[in-house]
């Protein structure tokens, strides 16, 4: 079973460089598919005058060139930090992918006008035992590169397997609706074949658009998933002695290479060196379970005076009654004025006016005069 032979040494599934290389092989044996599925799509429709054969070779053609690309990006990946590159070179794989998208959408442009030019043609399709033969094959070989990496996928966590599964089976659909055409073509003398092809070119346009937009997004700095951040939190805030986690920042820097930044807050009177000994633990036990570095800063609480528990109170309800305010943090009270941090959706205070607005509405329900500092997450 291929599957079976790519994914060998399954007991190193949580080490990256096996991850990787799994996800090569995979790469690699649809890659071989592709070129081979292109070649005899493009020869045999140019053969037997099929615009839609022809289309459906070129698709699998981009395919190939994306596996190609794929593969050179997830070995650059690979390549250890370095002086310039500190944080390693993960991100290659984002980048390696947006190329691919930007040929992805050349190649489908290319054949769309070709399609366009075809209509005004007469009909000089040839009906053969070979094209029927080609179709059925190929439908047949995408199924099987479908399975095997459906197979992988749910083993190993990879976005290039995710688009191997989901791109294997929309070009096995593709390749039927061929064959829709020949049934139709050649028991009902209704010509759908140049209408496939240009069908065809538009999808082929419209997957190089949702790369380049996924890829512009990672490489842009793409929010982390509601579910991990949520996950850290509980999971940080179920150790003994920790009050609350705020302000979680992640970073990702590719596959094994997520840095996560968070504030914990704990009893002001803990001893030092528990303290220390508390948070070199949770960053240890984080960065096993989440394959992530987890970087903590500590806010000792819960040696408030009179004035901050009662604006502690105060804020607790202006937060329950607000859809806007999310949390507060780091109340503290400097030379008789009063400080703390909100949590708000970046998506809704997203200008410095409604930003001074929320600030003096917090303000104005404490009555006090406050230092206020707006975190925005757009995550939360």
């Excluded at 994914?7 to 044996?29: D, P």
């Excluded at 209509?119 to 179709?135: P, Q």
């Excluded at 937060?319 to 998506?347: A, N, P």
Aim: charged share 25%; aromatic share 10%.
């Amino acid at each position: 079973m291929i599957s079976k032979h790519l994914m060998r040494r399954k007991e190193n599934l949580k080490e990256n460089k096996y991850i990787s290389g799994v996800v090569y092989r995979a790469t690699l044996f649809t890659v071989i598919s592709n070129v081979f599925l292109s070649a005899l799509k493009i020869v045999v429709g140019f053969l037997y005058s099929s615009v839609a054969l022809i289309g459906d070779g070129f698709n699998n053609l981009s395919d190939t060139l994306s596996g190609v690309i794929s593969i050179i990006g997830i070995k650059a990946s690979l390549i250890p930090p370095d002086r310039e590159h500190p944080f390693g070179h993960g991100r290659s794989e984002y980048i390696s992918t947006f190329v691919v998208g930007i040929i992805i959408v050349f190649i489908g442009l290319n054949f769309g006008f070709y399609s366009v030019f075809e209509m005004g043609k007469e009909n000089v399709f040839k009906y053969n035992s070979i094209y029927l033969i080609t179709v059925v094959v190929s439908i047949l070989i995408k199924l099987y590169s479908w399975f095997v990496n459906y197979r992988i996928s749910k083993e190993v966590d990879s976005v290039v397997l995710r688009a191997n599964v989901k791109d294997c089976l929309s070009d096995s659909l593709i390749t039927m609706s061929i064959l829709v055409s020949y049934v139709f073509s050649r028991f009902f003398n209704l010509y759908l074949d140049v209408i496939i092809g240009l069908l065809i070119s538009l999808y082929i346009i419209y997957s190089g658009y949702k790369i380049l937009k996924e890829n512009i997004s990672h490489l842009i700095g793409l929010a982390p998933d509601r579910t991990f951040v949520k996950q850290i939190h509980d999971d940080v805030c179920s150790y003994e002695n920790v009050i609350n986690a705020h302000d979680i920042l992640v970073n990702n820097y590719g596959r094994g290479n997520r840095i996560v930044v968070l504030d914990v807050e704990i009893p002001y009177d803990m001893d030092l060196i528990d303290a220390h000994d508390l948070i070199e633990r949770i960053e240890t036990d984080m960065d096993k379970k989440y394959d992530i570095h987890l970087i903590i800063h500590i806010d000792p609480v819960g040696n408030e005076s009179g004035v901050l528990l009662e604006t502690k109170k105060k804020l607790e309800k202006i937060i329950h009654d607000s859809d806007r305010i999310y949390s507060f943090h780091d109340l503290l009270e400097k030379e008789g004025k009063i400080h703390f941090d909100i949590t708000v959706e970046g998506s809704i205070i997203d200008t410095v006016e409604k930003e001074e607005k929320i600030k003096k509405h917090v303000s104005d329900e404490l009555g006090l005069d406050c230092e206020i500092v707006v975190d925005k997450r757009y995550y939360i």
